[in-house]
């Protein structure tokens, strides 16, 4: 496994899945909120990638991937208290599907 590639994919799309946050007005320090999100990205395709073997399929990495990125959106929401349950509907599905592209990318790329 390469791991450059496997932390610049999930980099990459953790920026994207992150960087939607600027077309609301209403939220401050937006900056803080789409760099979050890229070291979320990079470390779900991390583990992912760590969880795999050169053997593993695309099932298996879409499976994990989508495993821990909806496990990393359900902690950022947990950490966050109660303010963050009207944020939940956006942050885990984001983080889900983020998840899941990182796991199929890291399987045809990184290994």
Do not use: E
């Not at 994919?9 to 946050?21: R, S």
């Amino acid at each position: 496994m390469n791991v450059s590639i496997v932390v610049g994919i999930g980099a990459v799309l953790g920026l994207l899945g992150a960087v939607g946050i600027y077309f609301d007005p209403r939220v401050p320090s937006k900056h803080f909120i789409v760099a979050a999100g890229t070291l979320r990205g990079a470390l779900v395709a991390l583990i992912t990638g760590l969880s795999m073997s050169s053997q593993s399929g695309w099932l298996v990495g879409i499976g994990l991937g989508t495993l821990y990125g909806t496990l990393f959106g359900t902690m950022i929401c947990l950490t966050k208290g109660a303010a963050a349950i009207q944020h939940a509907v956006f942050i885990i599905p984001t983080s889900t599907v983020t998840g899941a592209l990182s796991g199929a990318l890291i399987v045809w790329l990184a290994f």
